[in-house]
């Protein structure tokens, strides 16, 4: 079984993403783009510290009809979001398992 992690990675537009992945490696919360690394790893810093709070995501559902969820800051900014997923139930797992992992996963960074 793999560990949780943050992968730090840039994007054909120069911009540096992380995303973070559950202990299967699946993808489970993705950012927005930063134009430095730095910003990139304070992202990560706050997806620790507001990750383990259940106030802080909020469920969506999407015009397909399929459910995702973002992670906010203590001033309601999007820090990260989810995949797609089929149904609430699905979704909500997602929140849990960036609950569960958030806080101990390690960073790597592909970008070097």
Do not use: W
Not at 49 to 76: C, H, I, V, W
Not at 80 to 109: F, H, L, P, W
Request: with cysteine.
């Amino acid at each position: 079984m793999k560990h949780p992690k943050f992968q730090i990675y840039q994007g054909n537009n120069e911009k540096h993403y992380f995303r973070l992945t559950a202990r299967n490696g699946q993808n489970i919360l993705s950012s927005q783009g930063y134009a430095s690394k730095a910003s990139c790893k304070n992202g990560i810093e706050s997806v620790k510290n507001n990750g383990t709070s259940a106030d802080r995501f909020e469920m969506k559902e999407a015009a397909n009809g399929k459910f995702y969820f973002n992670l906010l800051a203590a001033n309601k900014q999007v820090i990260g979001k989810s995949q797609m997923y089929a149904n609430k139930q699905t979704c909500q797992s997602g929140i849990e398992a960036v609950q569960r992992v958030a806080a101990e996963a390690g960073v790597e960074d592909t970008t070097v």
